[in-house]
């Protein structure tokens, strides 16, 4: 079936830098994505959504972008913070569909 | 943590024995979902409603029902747990319409022997 994948399990990045988590999905009918951050022992916890009618969207140290042509969606973190270490998910939601379909997570590691 | 709480945190049961997972919300939310977490698989969808006693299936709910007799209440029940079904489960409500954030609670860990 069709799915919401991640290109990389692991990110590690120097803090203060920017960190770029990105995410591949095969299904063009998605209309609805969605960036999560969980740490551990918690649950999901959101960060962002944009839907298909969009080509970017920021909030406050984060940007998503869209790229429907190539059905790639990135999570742009600015100024990473130690309390940016957790695991990333992305999901989609298909034409306003109950079920979102996540991805496997991306686990971001902050270098001091 | 949008008024969500999962209980109990933690629990270990038998196999072939019944077990009831509970997820109480505050904010009189319509849509609440419940799902599991397992490494590799990400987040899946077991059961989610709609509303009081308007439930449906999601993409792994053998095994499993659920009931929704109050809006503030979504149970969780393996009529008789398995091996397979140690995990960790995450209930979610949304806030609005069905493309909506999903905002969790923070989880019970099952583990069956």
């Known amino acids: 079936g069709e799915s919401v994948g991640l290109h990389l399990p692991t990110l590690s990045v120097q803090e203060g830098d920017n960190s770029i988590i990105n995410c591949a999905y095969s299904?063009?009918?998605?209309?609805?994505f969605i960036w999560y951050k969980q740490e551990s022992g918690k649950g999901p916890q959101f960060i962002i959504d944009?839907?298909?009618n969009m080509d970017k969207r920021q909030g406050q140290r984060v940007t998503v972008l869209l790229n429907k042509t190539v059905k790639h969606l990135s999570l742009q973190i600015a100024a990473t913070q130690p309390g940016d270490s957790a695991v990333y998910f992305c999901?989609?939601?298909?034409?306003?569909?109950?079920?979102?379909?996540w991805g496997a997570g991306t686990k971001l590691i902050i270098k001091p | 943590d949008a008024g969500i709480t999962q209980s109990p945190r933690h629990k270990v049961t038998e196999t072939g024995t019944p077990v009831t997972l509970r997820c109480h919300q505050t904010e009189n939310h319509r849509y609440m979902y419940w799902y599991r977490q397992d490494p590799g698989h990400g987040l899946r969808l077991i059961h989610y409603?709609?509303?009081?006693?308007?439930?449906d299936k999601g993409e792994v709910s053998d095994g499993y029902s659920v009931s929704r007799s109050k809006t503030e209440d979504f149970l969780l029940t393996l009529e008789s747990a398995t091996s397979s079904q140690t995990s960790v489960y995450f209930c979610a409500i949304s806030l609005g319409t069905v493309n909506s954030p999903l905002h969790f609670g923070n989880g019970t860990r099952l583990t069956v022997t």
């Open positions: 299904n063009s009918a998605s209309d609805y």
């Open positions: 409603s709609y509303g009081v006693k308007d439930t």
């Open positions: 944009i839907r298909s």
């Open positions: 999901a989609e939601n298909i034409r306003s569909n109950y079920q979102l379909i």
